[in-house]
């Protein structure tokens, strides 16, 4: 999944659940609130680490060059690699797991056991690791190479511009954009309310407002990171344990039902399939969320399926 950027907007009202539908909704959120403070700590130290590591020299040449070198880019693939691979890896298996034991747990599979090593599993997880350590790379490059455009428009000298660029690495590209403006206003608002404060002055308050504000967006992004990637590896094990029966003869026919978020929350795209019945193999409709198999339909999606088994009429048997 690779969108970091900002959820759909929200409805801002809550339904009530039936009692089947509340209990999926809480196991989710129970293991995503348990299980994403570690992850959020490790990734903003990630970034730190990242900011700390790059050089002004190294930034101003980027300025000046206008455009982010190849090897820095190629310095936060190895970067985010192993982030991935030795701390998200763990936390995408144990999801899938977690996700997977909700399927025996609800549906009263006795004697089944969802079997994390298969191999549909294990290429999933793959395919998402690589699929997120490219996303955060490419999100990275182009939120820095935002910053230099907006720079150069503005006329600002490339040492003052690295300055600006060093806190928002980590952030997406209207993150940064957000840091960016909230910096040109604070020194708007601090030239107007203190005509007399000299410019040097002016450039360390709004320079301090600015990170502390990037400082918070990072946490933010982190936040929504970790929840939506925690979803996701979740309910892919909640859909591969049920293919797992299907194949073991503990299920037969089974629609998926989309059961959105008990929150105040929802997202307008998510609503609209709310009770909406499909195939296995069928994805669900939401718009400009696109075509979804499972959620997360969008970043911090808490919605949830529910698999439920049903008769198949005679002629489907026999067919």
């Known amino acids: 999944m690779g969108f970091y950027y900002t959820a759909p907007k929200l409805l801002g009202k809550a339904k009530k659940r039936s009692t089947e539908n509340q209990k999926l909704l809480d196991m989710l959120d129970r293991f995503i609130n348990e299980n994403e403070s570690e992850p ?7 970034w730190k680490d990242q900011e700390n590591a790059i050089t002004y020299k190294e930034l101003r040449e980027m300025v000046e060059n206008k455009e982010v070198d190849n090897e ?30 909700t399927i025996a747990t609800l549906n009263e599979l006795d004697n089944f056991s969802f079997e994390v090593t298969d191999a549909n599993i294990t290429k ?20 820095i190479q935002t910053i230099i455009f907006r720079g150069y428009a503005d006329e600002i000298a490339p040492e003052k511009l690295a300055r600006m660029i060093r806190p928002c690495i980590g952030l997406t590209k209207p993150q940064t954009t957000a840091v960016y403006n909230h910096r040109i206003k604070m020194i708007e608002s601090l ?32 936040r929504t990171i970790v929840n939506t990637e925690l979803a996701a590896a979740y ?33 307008k795209f998510c609503e609209a399939v709310e009770g909406i019945k499909k195939a296995m193999d069928e ?4 718009g400009k969320c696109g075509m979804v198999q499972y959620p997360p339909a969008h970043p911090r999606c808490r919605c949830v399926l529910k698999y439920v088994e049903v008769k198949e009429e005679q ?5």
């Open 40 to 46: 959020i700590e490790i990734l903003v130290r990630f």
């Open 72 to 101: 820095a880019i190629t310095d936060w693939s190895k970067d985010y690699s192993i982030l991935v691979k030795e701390k998200f890896l763990p936390m995408l298996e144990q999801a899938v797991k977690e996700g997977g034991k």
């Open 124 to 143: 999933w997880i793959d395919e998402k690791s690589t699929k997120l350590i490219t996303n955060l790379v490419e999100e990275q490059r182009d939120a």
């Open 191 to 222: 030239k107007k309310d203190h005509p007399r404060m000299k410019q040097q002055t002016i450039e360390r308050k709004a320079e301090e407002s600015a990170r502390k504000y990037s400082e918070r967006l990072h946490r933010y992004r982190a």
């Open 235 to 267: 309910s892919a094990g909640a859909h591969a344990s049920v293919m797992q029966a299907q194949e073991k003869g503990y299920m037969g026919k089974v629609e998926k039902v989309w059961v959105t978020a008990r929150q105040s929350n929802v997202c």
């Open 283 to 286: 994805p669900f409709d939401l």
């Open 315 to 319: 002629g489907e048997k026999s067919s």
